[in-house]
């Protein structure tokens, strides 16, 4: 009896531990894309009032060339800016495509758990939950640069050898 409830206790850990790593790995993509946003707002905002006030400047001078170099520098930053929430989303999306498998794992687990404690009452609910946060980490994960979409392939690639390779190994000494 007590060999079970160690083991449900075991279980039940294992199954927090892999909400939890669940949990914390969206929140951070979450907090990566709110503070690229913030990033790239607040840059924006710095860069149209820079170029204001340099407007308002050349308008005071009557130069009207000064004016659209302080529009061309104020579209430089706001590209700029862009550029870095672009970077920033690209590393959101890094990070949830490297722990796919135990998001998804801990939101499996959770699902189940919470199925099992409603005794099945939602699990419509529970599936559609699941789904839309599939498709918003399908998003967020799809929105790695191309660079790194290759390099997360190739790495793929070279696990897959690696665990064909093991499989092989084993099924040699398995033959000995």
């Known amino acids: 009896m ?3 409830h160690e083991e449900d206790t ?3 850990a294992a199954k927090a531990a892999a909400a939890d790593a669940a949990a914390k790995a969206k929140a951070q993509a979450d907090a990566a894309k709110r503070q690229a ?19 308002a400047k050349a308008n005071e001078i009557g130069s009207n060339d000064k004016a659209a170099s302080a529009q061309e520098k104020a579209k430089a ?3 700029k800016a862009t550029e870095a929430k672009d970077q920033a989303v690209s590393k959101a999306g890094e990070a949830v495509h490297k722990n796919r498998e135990k998001i ?20 419509g609910v529970i599936g559609k939950v699941k789904e839309a946060l599939k498709g918003a980490l399908d998003k967020t994960e799809d929105k790695r ?5 290759v390099s997360n392939a190739a ?14 190994e084993a099924r ?4 000995n």
């Open 10 to 12: 075991r279980t039940e």
């Open 2 to 4: 007590t060999e079970f």
């Open 104 to 123: 998804d794992e801990g939101m499996e687990k959770a699902a189940s758990i919470l199925d099992e404690k409603t005794k099945g009452k939602a699990s």
């Open 37 to 55: 946003q913030e990033k790239l707002d607040a840059a924006k905002h710095q860069a149209q009032q820079k170029a204001d006030a340099l407007k």
């Open 145 to 149: 640069s191309a660079g790194t979409k």
């Open 155 to 168: 790495d793929d690639v070279a696990d897959k050898v690696e665990e064909a390779a093991h499989a092989a």
């Open 77 to 79: 930053a706001a590209q």
């Open 172 to 175: 040699l000494d398995d033959v």
